[in-house]
């Protein structure tokens, strides 16, 4: 081919690639690795425990995923990579340079893309911290769920408190961003307590914190305790109270509860996250991943085997461990985008939330409902947005089920 007909061609098919990404919604990419050392009696996450993981095969399998999922897509920007579990941690970390290495190829990076890694603060972890931010992480969320010993020991997790402050002071000498996760409202916490240990985690936070009420899911070993009376939560107004001082004293250190259980300094909110909140696009991969999509004019939720062996098998043979993939319909996206943009403190945009749903917020929402939950305090409406104040947000357990049509 001539050289001017080469330089033709060329400018042409990039000029259709940037008009084709600017077109496509951008994308938020969660990678599961399902992989702990041990199970912690809280959880109910796809995660499980194996005395060995063959982690070239499932590196190659995630790897083959995201190729097929990333052709069906096509061009796309891409604004997050989340390594989330299980414990990613445990990934080799030539495996998750290799992961963001592809997803950067397949995908157009944002110029500040931000690529989330989860770890706990045992040793193995930490050792390599460094590695990992080699590989290209730039933020790390760092399971601590506790700073006393005991409570640690109560929650089944496997390192102490002192591992914890070491893992943190590392952590923040590597990472430009980093998150840490509390637990709070655990059995026999007090009001004191807490407050003094959110005065030490507040003192050691960077951007960003994950403050998370104790509840009981199905399934996990604490609901059969709770159901048995072993394990005993503090009472509802001992709860509220707690849910009070967490954000009364992450605002004083200049958090602000941007979601429910999510603190986090101007800018340090995590965007990956914010994309679920927001009903935005998200692509998951590995076993029991999930996503909703954007393909051919429908929005596909998407789901992967939960078995790492049965989804590995699935990729090698088609490409893809998906189990399910349904169009959302308009009705059931204007449910989906209610429960998730009311978590958030900027609440919900009216006009973003009937060009993504289809449907137009006053018609989702039970409007006597609305009313008295504006008249309680629970609820804000303004010209553009519909918001849960700070006590509608405390209740929307409660409320959503009444709210929503």
Sequence with gaps: MPQTEQKFFGSFFQKRTASLISDAPPLALYIHWPFCLAKCPYCD???????????????????RELAWEAARLGPRRLTSIFFGGGTPSLMAPETVGALIDAACTHFRPAADIEITLEANPTSVEVSRLAAFRQAGVNRLSLGVQALDDAALAGLGRRHSAAAALAALELARSIFPRLSFDLIYARPGQTLAAWRAELRQALALAADHLSLYQLTIEPGTAFEALHRSGTLVLPDEETAAALYDATAEAAARAGLAAYEISNYAAPGGESRHNLAYW???????????????????????????????????????RDGHGSTRETPVVPRERAREALLMGLRLAEGI?????????????????DPDMVSAAIDAGYLQRTESHLIATGEGRR???ALLPRLVL
Aim: hydrophobic share 45%; net charge positive.
């Design 349 to 365: 945009s009216a006009a973003y939330f009937e060009a993504r749903t289809k449907v137009r917020l006053d018609d989702a929402v």
């Design 278 to 316: 927001r009903y935005a696009d998200y692509a998951g991969i590995g076993p029991g991943a999930h996503g909703r999509v954007s393909v051919g004019g429908d929005l596909l939720a998407t789901r992967r085997h939960r078995a790492p062996e049965i989804w590995a098998d699935r990729v090698a």
């Design 45 to 63: 996450f796809n995660s499980h425990v194996r005395d060995r993981i063959d982690q070239p095969a499932f590196a190659a399998a995630l790897l």
């Design 395 to 397: 209740r929307l357990d």
